[in-house]
C-alpha cells in the first residue's frame, strides 16, 4: 500500500479554509478519481511550524507509519514561517544557514523511506498586512525575505536533484491568490484551492500519483 505524506505548516494544516485546506483536497481528489492504493496523512502543525521542527520530527513521524512497502510520495511545504523576521531581535527565525541545513536534513532523512519526494515553493504574503504582524507586532514577513529562503530551497532541490514546485511567482501575480489572504498570509478557500490546483497538476504531470 503506498503512502502520501504532507509536512508543513499552519497553511499545509488548513487553517482558514472550510474544507480542510490543499492537502484535504488532494486527498478527497485521490478518492473520487478513484486512485486507489494510498493512505494519506496531513501532517501540518498549525503553530509556528518551522524546518527545524520538521527536520527534527521526520524520522519518527515516517518511522511509525510507514507499510510493508516504503512511501510513495513524501511532500513538503515548508519555509515561510523559517523567513519570519525578528524586528526586535534583528534576526530571522531560522537564520538562512540553519534552513539550509534542515532541508538537506530533510532530503537525507526522506530517503531512507521514499524516492518521491517534492518540496512545494514558499508561498508570497501581503506586506502591507504582516509587516509588522498585527497579532504578534514585533514580528514581520516580508516578501523579500520569502524569496531568499525560496531560492535556497529552490536551489539545494535542483542540486539534490529532488522535485520543486515553482509556484511563488505564479502565485504573487493572481489576484485571486493575493486577495485571499485575508489576514496576510493563510489563504481562504479560494486560495487553498489554488493551491491545491497547483500542487495535483504537478503531480500528476510528473506521474507521482
Known sequence: MSQIFCFGDSIVHGNNDTQGGWASRLHR???????????????????????????????????????????????????????????????????????????????????????????????????AKVDPIPWCPERSYRNKYIWEYREILKNICADEKVYFIDAYDKLLASSDYMHSLGDGIHPNDIGHEILFKIIKDYLENNKLI
Do not use: H
Open 29 to 127: 481528489y485521490l478518492w473520487s478519481e478513484n486512485i486507489e492504493g494510498y493512505y494519506f496523512y496531513n501532517l501540518g502543525i498549525p503553530i509556528d511550524e518551522t524546518s527545524r521542527e520538521v527536520a527534527g520530527r521526520l524520522d519518527n513521524e515516517l518511522k511509525v507509519r510507514q507499510g510493508s512497502d516504503k512511501p510513495n510520495l513524501v511532500l513538503f511545504s515548508i519555509g515561510t514561517n523559517d523567513s519570519e523576521y525578528l524586528n526586535d531581535k534583528k534576526k530571522f527565525k531560522v537564520s538562512k544557514k540553519e534552513f539550509e541545513r534542515n532541508i538537506n536534513k530533510c532530503i537525507k532523512i526522506a530517503r531512507k523511506y521514499s524516492e518521491r519526494i517534492v518540496f512545494m515553493d514558499l508561498v508570497p504574503v501581503v506586506d
